[in-house]
């Protein structure tokens, strides 16, 4: 597949130490054509299936290939009409195919989807995959869990630290498939990116076991092909309970349309 100049990309996943089959899945897309990419830019995609082994293994695959499809179809120019499209027409997808197969009903997955287009990233986000801006020494957590546990956190019933290790941090309040309607958290606007930023997808099988400050270490010290091997290793050498996926996307050139000072991250 064809990258074009501009980020260094790398990613890898990893069935883990428990699961027998990997139920997440992700991808990077850009259009073969050079005008369409300057129309819409680059799709990166990570999603983590649940509802069985084979449900969710089908509803993240599913997911990932519905908004690819979409991102490099549908809507133009503007990319967050393009991810609600995606996730919409991704929702419907996952559940046509469980009413034809009844064995999967409940089938569902995670699903976090980022566009990077003109020097800005744009972003949709369901579930409790993660995307994070990482920037002079500093990370920044730009999605927000889908989960029961952060609801309460929100309510002030439990501390973050305390959220890490409660027994139900993984039940999730939304999920593409899995309800008659889904929610899904968009970007309120286009977050700028400078040379030298860095972002990072992942599923809950890495920051679950991994903390935020470790995804920077390993990101600042090594390549993101390397950093991406260091933090999956660092999850199965905890357990690896859980399949585990990471996507690493370095900006190598900022846009001229940004201006190098800028530090608004958005949200």
Known sequence: MKIRPGIELANLTDVGCERSQNEDNYCYAEPENDDEMQKRGRLVVVADGMGGQEGGQIASTIAVDTVREVFLNGPEDDPASALEAAYQSAHKAIQ????????????????????????????????????????????????????????????GVITAEQAKTHP????????????????????????PLLAGDMLLLCTDGLHGLVDDEEMLAATTEDSPREACRKLVDLAKQRGGHDNITIQVIRIERASATVKEDSTAVGS
């Open 168 to 191: 139900s941090k993984n039940i999730l309040t939304s999920a593409l498939g899995s309800d008659s309607a889904v929610e899904v958290d968009f970007a309120e606007a286009p977050v």
């Open 96 to 155: 046509d195919y469980a009413r034809e197969h009844r064995e999967l009903t409940g089938m569902g997955t995670t699903c976090t989807a980022a566009v990077l287009k003109n020097g800005y990233v744009t972003y949709g986000h369901v579930g409790d995959s993660r995307l994070y801006l990482l920037r002079q020494g500093i990370i920044i957590q730009l999605t927000r869990d889908q989960s029961y546990v952060q609801q309460m956190v929100d309510n």
